[in-house]
């Protein structure tokens, strides 16, 4: 659905589910120069399974209007009010709520949680380091909106497995797709996210607050090349939260292994 | 700068979309020869066909097999994804019932091979679909022919059987220009000699049963998405962008984005067309693709010395190969297809008609059959065969003359071709004095 929020007209996908009264509220948050697309199956399946899916396009990305922000903070404060937004016009709670990202959407999930912990269910991060240190020669290829820094993100984002395919959902290329998917980025939003990362310098503050005060659940992939797995152990345990590592998995793990994310996460929810 | 790059085209003609089997260890491809597949419990079951979980339900929808096939293609021709066909008139069909329908226009080239003229000329429109026809080598003719209601611009990538090559940078151009996806038939191209999304093309259809698998043993089609073009960006296909009652109110787009094309294809085209490839073909064609990159330097190698061969011979008139100077697309072919121009082209003799007939009878190693881009050397004669059921306005239209001659040059030594055709035309000079 469309809806108009901060003077812009935002995209906010359900997972093709009503939203609907008493449900706890799932916000799932795409991570740098991505959208809501990422989240395709795991959102349809949560949406059908006991909660109010919200996947929303940040500013600038999908088809949400406007340009992107260009901090995680700005982003948790935009995730955040976006919540209330929809809250105040249909029966969504901002109450019970379970936030979860993946890779810059971590962070900003992250930040945003720390501001809203008594009404924080669980947060799931994927992905996810803090810091979330982003190399010169990305940053700089995405500076310049050159093609290679999709290439970089694409070859270190996937296993190598996934490079080689033999995806569960038929006849789709996920290395490919995610391709697509960053191409379709307007120039700047792709640096716009990834400098937002980088300079995220709030990560410890916002752990420590989390830590022993909201239920959290970090899912690495052992073969992630932008996260590496430790740094997400590493934050894991700052969050004192449950952790999950995903075998022969890259960064990419919900176009990657839809089915063991959706294990992974399932279990986290549970727990 | 330069970024790191992906696996290369060979290797992914042998690994891409297989890894070696997880409960058997089988390291070539399983035929998953069934029809359907068991759920886990009512909650997988449920979620696969509410599109919520990855996996298989019925094998006209998909099936492992063929899945691996699907996402090699799709892998090799640069694309987001690919549905597999029962021949590749059915991807052609899918492809473009997929956006095409009663009240909606085309606008395709007028060399195509002849079952693709017969589903544009008379069957589609018995469905309420109009076709304009236009000259491939003009590009300005595509965009003469656009109308309002027209859905998708069609070429060949190098049509069949004189050989124009379409200008796909300048006519995928025109078709942007006008919110329309460019699809090209890129069969005689494969995605070895001609990378047509690189190129521009929105969506790529093989005809499986040619050069990529090979071997002749084996019908199948590939229907394959870019993932490029931005339907939501154009007001032409609201049965992408917007909620489609034909599949439970789905709006394609906004759930799957740069694979919202090829997910409808499958979701709604085999379901309800059902014209899906067996898992035992896609296995065949598996082993085809796999050495698709060796076959198709000897294909190109082999074709160049029999052109080369041909060109100078005195009872030939014409070949009409985009490597000859004299063809019209020479030019353009130096620039879109710097490995070689393929192996299926057309001469013409002197002795027209009969000296055609006496050159296919007096050839011994050339197969005489309905087919291309087999690994054996194959002919036929045109206007009594592929195009037979055009008159002789469209057959003019097409390029066909009564003595045009094709061939499909195989993989055999080069020498015992040359040998064979060397023969095969005393026969036919015989006739023509």
Same mark, same amino acid.
Not at chain 1, 128 to 132: E, F, G, L, Q
Not at chain 1, 169 to 172: D, P, W
Not at chain 2, 314 to 318: F, G
């Given at each position: 659905m469309k809806t108009e929020f901060n003077k812009q007209t935002i995209f906010v996908g359900s997972g093709g589910v009503e939203w609907r009264e008493g449900l706890p509220t799932f916000v799932l948050l795409h991570g740098a120069g991505l959208n809501r697309t990422v989240w395709v199956l795991l959102g349809r399946y949560f949406a059908r399974h006991g909660y109010n899916v919200v996947i929303p396009d940040l500013p600038g990305h999908g088809a949400s209007e406007g340009e992107p922000l260009v901090t995680i903070e700005d982003n948790a404060s935009w995730v955040n009010s976006l919540v209330d937004h929809l809250a105040q016009s249909h029966p969504l709670a901002n109450d019970n709520l379970i936030y979860c990202g993946h890779s810059m959407g971590s962070l900003v999930m992250l930040e945003a949680a720390a501001s809203r912990v008594a009404q924080m269910d669980k947060l799931l991060l994927l992905g *996810? *380091?803090?810091?979330?240190v982003v190399g010169a020669p990305l940053l700089d290829a995405a500076r310049n909106n050159e093609h290679a820094a999709i290439e970089m993100i694409n070859m270190f984002g996937h296993g190598f497995g996934s490079r080689i395919g033999n995806n569960p959902?038929?006849?789709?290329s996920a290395y490919n797709t995610m391709e697509a998917l960053l191409e379709q980025a307007d120039d700047g939003v792709l640096f716009a996210d990834l400098n937002a990362c980088n300079d995220y310098k709030n990560g410890d503050a916002a752990a420590k607050y989390l830590a022993g005060n909201a239920k959290v659940a970090v899912i690495a992939g052992d073969a992630d090349r932008m996260t590496p797995a430790k740094l997400g152990a590493k934050l894991c345990s700052q969050l004192e939260g449950s952790y999950f590592l995903l075998k022969d998995c890259g960064h990419m793990m919900m176009s990657e292994q839809p089915e063991t994310t959706l294990k992974a996460m399932k279990k986290a929810l549970a727990g | 700068m330069s970024a790191p790059k992906n696996l290369h085209f060979d290797t992914l003609a042998l690994h891409a979309g297989q890894r070696p089997d997880s409960q058997t260890g089988a390291r070539a491809t399983p035929i998953y020869q069934s029809t359907s597949f068991v759920f886990d419990d009512s909650d997988k079951a449920s979620s696969l066909f509410d599109v919520a979980r990855a996996g298989h339900v019925y094998s006209r929808i998909s099936n492992p097999t063929v899945g691996v096939l699907e996402e090699r293609v799709a892998a090799l021709e640069g694309g987001v994804g690919a549905v597999c066909t029962a021949s590749g008139m059915a991807a052609i069909h899918l492809g473009m019932t997929t956006i095409a329908g009663a009240g909606d226009h085309i606008v395709a080239s007028r060399s195509l091979y002849g079952g693709t003229h017969n589903l544009l000329s008379y069957t589609l429109p018995r469905f309420g679909v109009e076709t304009t026809f236009v000259d491939p080598s003009d590009p300005d003719a595509f965009a003469a022919a656009i109308r309002p209601n027209t859905k998708f611009l069609f070429a060949e990538t190098i049509a069949n059987p004189r050989c124009e090559i379409v200008d796909i940078p300048r006519v995928s151009a025109i078709a942007h220009d006008n919110g329309l996806p460019l699809m090209v038939d890129a069969t005689l191209t494969t995605p070895y000699l001609m990378q047509a999304i690189k190129l521009g093309a929105d969506i790529v259809i093989h005809s499986l049963t040619k050069f990529i698998g090979g071997h002749g043993v084996a019908v199948g089609g590939a229907l394959v998405d870019s993932g490029r073009f931005r339907w939501e960006k154009s007001d032409r296909f609201p049965g992408l962008s917007e909620p489609y009652a034909g599949f439970h109110g789905m709006n394609f787009v906004e759930e799957f984005g740069p694979y919202a094309y090829i997910m409808r294809a499958r979701k709604e085209g085999l379901r309800d067309f059902g014209a899906s490839m067996s898992p035992t073909n896609a296995f065949h064609l598996l082993q085809g693709l796999e050495t698709l990159p060796m076959r198709m330097d000897r294909h190109v190698s082999n074709t160049t010395k029999i052109v080369d061969f041909l060109a100078t011979h005195?009872?030939?008139?014409?070949v009409h190969h985009p490597s000859q100077p004299s063809h019209p697309d020479h030019e353009i072919a130096k620039e879109l297809l710097p490995k070689g121009c393929g192996a299926v082209f057309s001469f013409e003799l002197k002795g027209g008609r009969l000296a055609g007939s006496a050159f296919i009878e007096g050839l011994q190693l050339f197969s005489h059959l309905a087919n291309v881009g087999d690994a054996k050397s194959l002919v036929i004669h045109p206007a009594s065969t592929t195009h037979s059921r055009m008159d002789d306005a469209d057959l003019i239209q097409a390029g066909v003359s009564p003595g045009l001659v094709r061939l499909s040059v195989g993989l055999e030594a080069a020498d015992d071709l040359l040998a064979d055709l060397a023969g095969a035309l005393r026969r036919a000079e015989k006739v023509a004095s």
């Open positions: *996810s *380091s803090a810091p979330m959902v038929s006849g789709i | 005195n009872a030939v008139s014409a």
